[in-house]
């Protein structure tokens, strides 16, 4: 059963939530992930494993998870079970009165047909921060290994197919055939999400992840 993130789209801050021993962290999403975090659909993301200390690259095969968590000191870029990404989107922000709230954000707008001139999810600024995610669950796994459920909880995009009442789960645009259909296969419709923001090359690759569950909340005390 699909339950809609409680969420206050009014100008922060939304609420003084204490959680005492919390770390907060940016991450980035996408427009599309914005609203499928708004709508109860995604609650996990999963991001590359780097080491620490060394250029960006993709571990081999020949790397277990255990070897690469020693070699990178057990660094973990995203926090802990409890810490809190504070989710930068794309946004707005007027530059003269008579608006009704200081900050706009695509992801709320873009099928509305505003035609705002958004600023990258970059350069959000914590005060126009709306989204905060409590980190449930951190893992490190290989790209591939994703399992159906989790494909689903990624947020990929699904209709009920009238004639079997089934679902039906979106190929993302990525210079494939397939684009813009809807298939019965949750792991491919990952895979053109993936394709989609990181190219075949990375999917092919199948680096070691972050596997990140969360569960949103309100703006914690003292994050501001």
């Given at each position: 059963m699909e339950t809609k993130a409680t969420i206050n789209h009014k100008t922060p801050p939304f609420g003084k939530q204490m959680l005492a021993d919390a770390v907060f962290r940016p991450i980035l999403f996408s427009t599309p992930m914005v609203q499928a975090i708004l709508s109860g659909q995604k609650t996990m993301t999963r991001r590359i494993l780097k080491v620490k200390g060394c250029k960006p690259f993709v571990p081999d095969n020949s790397w277990d998870i255990e070897t690469i968590l020693k070699w990178n000191?057990?660094?973990?870029?995203?926090?802990?079970?409890?810490?809190?990404?504070?989710?930068?989107?794309?946004?707005?922000?007027?530059?003269?009165?008579?608006?009704?709230?200081?900050?706009?954000?695509?992801?709320?707008?873009?099928?509305?047909?505003?035609?705002?001139?958004?600023?990258?999810?970059?350069?959000?600024?914590?005060?126009?921060?709306r989204i905060f995610l409590e980190i449930t669950e951190i893992r490190v796994e290989k790209l591939q290994d994703i399992s159906k459920d989790d494909c689903i909880n990624e947020g990929i995009k699904?209709?009920?197919?009238?004639?079997?009442?089934?679902?039906?789960?979106?190929?993302?645009?990525?210079?494939?055939?397939?684009?813009?259909?809807?298939?019965?296969?949750?792991?491919?419709?990952?895979?053109?999400?993936?394709?989609?923001?990181?190219?075949?090359?990375?999917?092919?690759?199948?680096?070691?992840?972050?596997?990140?569950?969360?569960?949103?909340?309100e703006c914690p005390y003292g994050f501001r």
């Open positions: 000191k057990n660094y973990h870029p995203y926090g802990k079970v409890g810490d809190i990404l504070w989710v930068r989107e794309s946004f707005y922000e007027p530059i003269f009165e008579g608006l009704n709230g200081k900050y706009y954000y695509k992801a709320d707008l873009e099928e509305q047909g505003w035609d705002f001139k958004w600023k990258p999810s970059l350069f959000m600024p914590k005060n126009a921060c699904r209709e009920v197919f009238p004639p079997t009442g089934e679902n039906r789960y979106y190929f993302y645009p990525c210079n494939d055939l397939r684009d813009n259909s809807y298939l019965d296969c949750p792991k491919t419709s990952f895979y053109s999400l993936w394709k989609s923001i990181n190219g075949q090359k990375s999917w092919d690759e199948n680096p070691f992840v972050w596997a990140i569950s969360f569960k949103v909340v």
